[in-house]
């Protein structure tokens, strides 16, 4: 199975903050990496698939980079609304596999 | 618009069984692929298992092989998980999500139900 690593677990930022979460695979996948945003009591909402191409109706302050073993989600300017947890997934191979989650809280 | 919609969830003894649903309506059901993933209380996401557009298809995680079972009714636009010989950690929330392509063909999850709660009791 492939693991997927993110990195960090959680980070305190601020409203306008420059956010970045890192997303590693145990084995290259290419570009089939996926990143979600999870509030809590609510389902998983899609923003990023391919590793780089924004879910329709996604906020452009929302960007996904890498291929291969290594990716990154940027948030370019932290709104009120995108605290929450954000997973990595790679979707190249059975069985599909989740980063553990990076929690974004207020600081 | 899409729409995902689970039941079937519960309380349940060890060693019981359920069947969750998933009805999907907004969009043509029978050419999509459809997953189920689960997440067990203040923990990660885990995928479960896939059923290809006509049902020829099925993938499971290892930890429910065996144990589980995708099916799907394109005539009623449903997706199906029976779950047998449930376990504590078989506790979880149970997302139904649908599978779109990318650019190049491969498929991903593009939307998600609101989850469907079992609780597995000893």
């Known amino acids: 199975d492939i693991q997927m690593t993110q990195s960090p677990s959680s980070l305190s930022a601020s409203v306008g903050d420059r956010v970045t979460i890192t997303c590693r695979a145990s084995q290259g996948i290419a570009k089939y990496l996926a990143w979600f945003q999870q509030k809590p009591g609510k389902a998983p909402k899609s923003l990023i698939y391919a590793a780089s191409s924004l879910q329709s109706g996604v906020p452009s302050r929302f960007s996904g980079g890498g291929s291969g073993t290594d990716f990154t989600l940027t948030i370019s300017s932290l709104q009120p609304e995108d605290f929450a947890t954000y997973y990595c997934?790679?979707?190249?191979?059975?069985?599909?596999?989740f980063g553990q989650g990076t929690k974004v809280d207020m600081k | 618009q899409v729409q995902l919609v689970e039941s079937g969830g519960g309380v349940v003894q060890s060693g019981r069984s359920l069947r969750l649903s998933c009805a999907a309506s907004g969009f043509t059901f029978r050419s999509y692929g459809m997953h189920w993933v689960r997440q067990a209380p203040g923990k990660g996401l885990e995928w479960v298992a896939v059923i290809w557009y006509d049902g020829s298809n099925k993938n499971y995680a290892d930890s429910v092989k065996g144990r589980f079972t995708i099916s799907r009714d394109n005539s009623k636009n449903t997706l199906y998980l029976q779950v047998n010989s449930l376990r504590a950690e078989d506790t979880a929330v149970y997302y139904c999500a649908r599978g779109a392509p990318d650019v190049s063909g491969r498929y991903y999850f593009d939307y998600w139900g609101q989850g469907t709660l079992v609780s597995v009791s000893s």
């Open positions: 997934q790679q979707y190249n191979s059975y069985p599909w596999t």
